[in-house]
């Protein structure tokens, strides 16, 4: 083909690169339009003084990146620029973060013990065996198995081995194992606590468990209904009995021999929530409803509240019949649970760091706690009760029948850069149920709770 083609090759990138670039460049500024017949390769290599190879090499390339097409006969041809579809853009409602945030949920995570875990992970790390780096037991390391064994025998009252404990990215995906084993072939029937977080209950029934609601008084979850008719298939029951979510109740001396005695009974499984235990104020904390029936408790914990949410780690403490079926379940969805972070918190259990980080915490809720009650005024003086001061890292707020409804409240408390949680959203089933609001004192940083607080009272004033 005796065409002209121009060409600018750039030196640094070699001969073939350099060709290749200067072709696609042409391309995509549409300095050669599609369907341009470029010229054969032996006239361009000698054009270009450069061998004949290089410009096939080039030319083949470019084919195969779709700027150029060849036929037999009819020489080589540019395409045009290839179609390069960017992902439909979806539009972006969220809305800006608070300027002070009061939601529940989330510890303090500007206290996370950056130095003490550095210093766990340098040990970790100087000590670990090289299988450490290699795909490990399902249930997770033994070193921290170990430590967790002793730490929640001492600190929580559970009776457990390290053979019985397994190690889960949290508590959500322990209850995903637990509500997927639970079912099995046939669906299963598990009752959770009325109110309570309804993505927890999302997480049952997408284990194709079906969930009924078990209420919730001012003694804790009603225990003493499962030996009824009504929860006659029920083969499981979440609790959180050390503090309930959202109430704060702590579950009633009898609530929990009744839960125990129910076990026995109907051979059920509890699946205890103990995510703040540790964070009690008033007294010792209370121990693990474990304790009382291990044969039928499936106790779950992590360090989302403790540490932070960003680490991952949870554990589950099984009773015998459930260790090898919950080892199955997570070996074929994760495989196995990240190891660093495992030894790391094994070293910061076993040098007690773990523990002093937690005391230090508690004093520190607790003060937030105390501020918290100051600023909500003299008892007498409120149109609402509080529910849950004795522990945790949040409080119910009742609101009376008359007066500001839920979505007002956060509304007005939202036009003022407050976020605040809500009691509508936890229960199983809308409708006329009490209404209130669930403030956590665990997010904000020390510099900013303070400031949170006085906009929440100012919120509060209008009830």
């Not at 060409?7 to 995509?28: K, M, N, T, V, W």
């Not at 997770?140 to 190690?167: H, K, M």
């Not at 129910?262 to 304790?291: C, H, K, M, N, S």
Request: one cysteine or more; charged letters at 25%; a positive charge.
């Amino acid at each position: 083909m005796g065409v002209d083609l121009h060409l600018e090759l750039d030196p640094a990138f070699g001969r073939r690169s350099g060709l290749e670039r200067a072709l696609r460049q042409a391309i995509r500024t549409g300095r050669l339009a599609a369907q341009t017949r470029l010229p054969s390769t032996r006239a361009l290599a000698a054009e270009l003084n450069i061998a004949r190879g290089t410009v096939s090499a080039a030319y083949d390339q470019l084919i195969a990146e779709g700027y150029l097409s060849a036929r037999t006969g009819s020489g080589t041809v540019v395409t045009g620029r290839p179609e390069i579809r960017a992902p439909a853009k979806r539009p972006v409602s969220e809305a800006p973060p608070p300027r002070y945030d009061l939601r529940p949920g989330s510890p303090d995570v500007s206290a996370f013990p950056t130095a003490a875990w550095l210093r766990a992970t340098r040990r970790a790390l100087d000590h670990a065996p090289a299988a450490a780096y290699d795909y490990g037991d399902p249930r997770g390391r033994i070193e921290l198995r170990t430590a967790l064994a002793e730490y929640l025998g001492r600190a929580r009252g559970v009776l457990t081995t390290p053979e019985q404990i397994v190690i889960t990215s949290g508590y959500v995906h322990a209850l995903a194992l637990l509500a997927d084993v639970i079912g099995g072939v046939a669906p299963a029937t598990i009752a959770m606590e009325d109110p309570g977080l309804s993505f927890h209950r999302d997480v049952v029934r997408h284990a194709r468990a079906r969930v009924v609601a078990l209420p919730v008084d001012e003694r804790g979850a009603r225990t003493d209904l499962l030996s009824t008719a009504a929860f006659s298939d029920v083969r499981a029951v979440v609790v959180t009995p050390a503090h309930q979510y959202p109430t704060g109740v702590t579950l009633h001396p009898q609530r929990r021999h009744a839960v125990a005695e129910w076990t026995g009974a109907r051979d059920g499984l509890v699946i205890e929530d103990d995510y703040d235990g540790e964070f009690r104020y008033d007294r010792q904390p209370v121990g693990a409803l474990q304790g009382m029936a291990p044969d039928h408790v499936a106790y779950v914990g992590t360090t989302s509240k403790t540490l932070g949410p960003a680490l991952r780690l949870g554990w589950m403490v099984l009773p015998e019949r459930l260790i090898e079926p919950v080892t199955e379940a997570k070996r074929h969805t994760v495989m196995h649970t990240e190891t660093i972070g495992q030894l790391t918190l094994a070293d910061l259990i076993a040098s007690h760091a773990y523990e002093r980080h937690i005391r230090a915490c508690r004093l520190r809720y607790r003060r937030r706690r105390d501020l918290l009650i100051s600023r909500l005024g003299p008892r007498s003086e409120r149109r609402f009760t509080v529910y849950g001061i004795a522990a945790g890292l949040h409080v119910m707020i009742s609101l009376p029948a008359t007066g500001p409804s839920e979505e007002r409240i956060l509304t007005d408390a939202a036009d003022q850069g407050l976020a605040l949680g809500d009691l509508g959203s936890h229960w199983h089933t809308p409708g006329d149920r009490p209404q209130g609001l669930i403030i956590g004192y665990g997010t904000p940083g020390e510099g900013a709770y303070p400031a949170a607080l006085d906009t929440m009272a100012r919120v509060l004033r209008g009830l």
